[in-house]
C-alpha cells in the first residue's frame, strides 16, 4: 500500500511552513514574497512551500546564536552529551516517519532513507561518547616547575551547508559533534530538501524545549544561495562545514579563506572500484551495483568507475549486464524497486548531457540509458542506470556526473589499475577487489590509493559513521563524522604555567633588568 504522506508529514509536525527560519521552538522571518517550494521527484508533486529568509532574518538568527553561544558552552561536555543521547533516542522513535519522508523528498530508496537516520542515531551515540572525551594533550615543558598542556575549546556558530542527497544525515554529523563540543549550529538545507530539514528542526528543538535549553542552540534557515553567501563571509561564524559540488566549494573555500575563517569541505568523489584477477566476482558484482546504482547513483561516495583486469574483464561485464537487466526502476517507496528517481529535471539533463559527451568521446554502451515514461514515471525523474567502456582520461569520465552512469576501464598491471584510479581531480572513496594480500596492501600502502576512503573488499559507498569522512584534492580535504574529526570544530589552546619563583625564558635566552 502506496504510504500515506500527508500522516507522515503530521506525525513530523511538518506544516506548510509559512516562516524563513527557527530558532528552535520559535519560527520566524517569512517576510520575503519569495518562497521556495519542495518538489518530490516521486510524483512530481509540490509536496509543500517555505519562505526564504532575507538577510534581516539571517542577521536576526546569528544574533540569537550568539547569545545561545554563551549560555551552550557553559554546559558541561557530557550534559551536552546528554542532551545529544536524548535526540539520539528521539530520532529512533521518529526513524519511520522520518526515513520515509526522506524518501519522499529526496527519492532515494525507502531503505536508504531508513539508512540515513540510522546513521543519525550512530553519530549521536558517538557523540555521547565523544562528549567526556574531548581530550588534549600534556608535554614536558623544557623549563623547571612549569607545566604545559593544551586544551580544546568550542569555536561559537558552526554553519552547515548540506546538500540534498543526504539531507538530514551529513546535517547530523556535524550537529552532534558540533554540539557536545559546546557549539551552536546554523544549518542551511539544500533548496531541494527543505520538509527534511524542517522535520529535523522539529524533533531537536523540542528535545532542547525538555531540557530547558534556552533557543537559538540549533537554528535552520531556510534559503537560496544569496543566503549561503551570507554566512560563508561572515566573520560572526567561525567554521562553515559545507557538503556539495567542487565547484559550489570552491566558492565556499574561497569565501571563508578571504576572512581566514575555517572551512570543513566535503565535496565530489569520482570513485573506482578495482577489480582485480584475484577478486571474488561475485562479491564484487554486489558492491559494483550498489555503488553504482545505489540512491541513483548521488552520493558522493557512488561507484563511477570500474578499473577491470583484462583476463576477467569480459566475463565480469556479462555479470554486469546481466545484473542491470534484473535491476527494478520505480517509486522508491515501494521496497520491490531497487532504483528511485533522479533529484528533479536538472539532474535528467545533466545525466543526458554526460551521456551524449561520453559518446562524442568515443564512449561504447553496453547498457544504454535513457529516461523512463509512462504514468509511473510521471515526475520525468526516472532514468536508466546504464553502463560504458572509456578511456580514464574522456574528459567526462574525470568530471562527476551525479548519476547512475558507470564507466568500465581495462588494465593489465596493478600499477598501472591504481595510477587509473588516482588519474583524476577527485579524492573521496576508493576500493579493490582482491583476495591477494599483497594487492591489497600495496592499494592501501602510500603508493596506493590517493584518496581519503580505500576499502578491501567493499565497495566504494555505505561507510560507516565511526571513521574520518572525507577526501582528498578536489573533494576538498575536510573530515567529519568519527575518529578524530570533532577536532575540526573546536579551536585548541596551548597553556604554559610557571609555577617556580623566577621567569626562565624559552630557549635559554637571559634578560635581566
Ligand atoms: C554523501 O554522499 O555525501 O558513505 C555522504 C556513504 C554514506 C555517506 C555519503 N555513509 O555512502
Known amino acids: 500500500m502506496r504510504t500515506d504522506i500527508q500522516s507522515i508529514l503530521n506525525k513530523l509536525g511538518v506544516k506548510a511552513e509559512n ?134 575549546h568550542p569555536l561559537g556558530i558552526v554553519g552547515i551547508i548540506s546538500a ?13 559533534l558540533a554540539l557536545v563540543c559546546g557549539n551552536v549550529c546554523i544549518w542551511k538545507p539544500s533548496e531541494k530538501t527543505p520538509l527534511t530539514a524542517v522535520a529535523c ?29 551570507l554566512m560563508t563571509k561572515d566573520g560572526r561564524v567561525p567554521l562553515i562545514s559545507a557538503t556539495g559540488s567542487t565547484r559550489m566549494g570552491k566558492a565556499v573555500g574561497a ?15 569520482n570513485n573506482a572500484i578495482i577489480i582485480s584477477e584475484h577478486a571474488d566476482l561475485d562479491m564484487s558484482l554486489i ?96 532514468v536508466k542506470p546504464c553502463i560504458a567502456q572509456v578511456k580514464n582520461d574522456f574528459e567526462i569520465v574525470q568530471h562527476e556526473t551525479f548519476a547512475p552512469i558507470l564507466y568500465l576501464i581495462k588494465y593489465k598491471t596493478l600499477d598501472e589499475a591504481i595510477a587509473l584510479q588516482n588519474g583524476v581531480p577527485q579524492g573521496l572513496s576508493s576500493a579493490i577487489m582482491t583476495l591477494n594480500l599483497r594487492e591489497a596492501e600495496q592499494f592501501l600502502s602510500y603508493q596506493g590509493s590517493d584518496c581519503g576512503i580505500a576499502n578491501v573488499n567493499i565497495g566504494t559507498s555505505g561507510a560507516e559513521i565511526g571513521g574520518a569522512f572525507g577526501g582528498e584534492k578536489e573533494t576538498g580535504g575536510g573530515r567529519e563524522s568519527g575518529s578524530d574529526a570533532w577536532r575540526a570544530y573546536m579551536r585548541r589552546q596551548t597553556n604554559t604555567i610557571n609555577y617556580s619563583n623566577t621567569l626562565p625564558l624559552a630557549q635559554g635566552i637571559k634578560f635581566d633588568l
Open 287 to 382: 558492491g559494483a551495483v550498489f555503488g553504482a546504482v545505489g540512491t541513483a547513483g548521488q552520493r558522493c561516495t557512488s561507484t563511477r568507475r570500474l578499473i577491470i583486469h583484462e583476463s576477467v574483464y569480459d566475463a565480469f561485464a556479462a555479470k554486469l549486464v546481466k545484473a542491470y537487466g534484473q535491476l527494478r526502476i520505480g517509486d522508491p517507496l515501494d521496497q520491490n524497486n531497487h532504483v528511485g528517481p533522479l533529484i528533479d529535471n536538472d539532474a535528467v539533463a545533466s545525466y543526458l548531457d554526460s551521456i551524449e559527451k561520453c559518446k562524442a568521446e568515443g564512449g561504447k554502451f553496453l547498457v544504454e540509458g535513457g529516461v523512463l515514461d509512462g504514468a509511473e514515471y510521471a515526475s520525468g525523474c526516472y
Open 255 to 269: 569565501a571563508v579563506g578571504a576572512r581566514l575563517g575555517k572551512s570543513l569541505l566535503e565535496l565530489g568523489g
Open 201 to 229: 528542526q522539529h524533533i531537536i528543538a523540542k528535545v532542547f524545549k525538555d531540557n530547558d535549553v534556552p533557543e537559538g542552540v540549533c537554528n535552520l534557515i531556510i534559503g537560496d544561495r544569496e543566503v549561503g553567501e
Open 19 to 152: 516562516a524563513a527560519f527557527s530558532t528552535g521552538s520559535v519560527w520566524g522571518g517569512g517576510s520575503n514574497s519569495k518562497s521556495l517550494e519542495s518538489f518530490s521527484p516521486v510524483d512530481g508533486k509540490i509536496i509543500a512551500s517555505a519562505k526564504v529568509a532575507t538577510s534581516a532574518d539571517y542577521d536576526a538568527i546569528v544574533e540569537k546564536s550568539q547569545e545561545a553561544f554563551k549560555h551552550w558552552r557553559t554546559i558541561p561536555a557530557p550534559k551536552r552529551g546528554e542532551i545529544v543521547r536524548q535526540f539520539g533516542d528521539a530520532l529512533r522513535a521518529n526513524k519511520d516517519a522520518l526515513g520515509t519522508l526522506v524518501s519522499y523528498e529526496m527519492g532515494k530508496s525507502l531503505q536508504e532513507g531508513f539508512g540515513e537516520v540510522q546513521e543519525m542515531i550512530d553519530i549521536c551515540d558517538f557523540a555521547v561518547g565523544l562528549s567526556r572525551q574531548l581530550y588534549g594533550l600534556t608535554m614536558h615543558s623544557e623549563r623547571p616547575s612549569h607545566r604545559m598542556y593544551e586544551q580544546w
Open 164 to 176: 540534498f542527497n543526504f539531507p538530514v544525515a551529513v546535517w547530523s554529523w556535524n550537529t552532534a
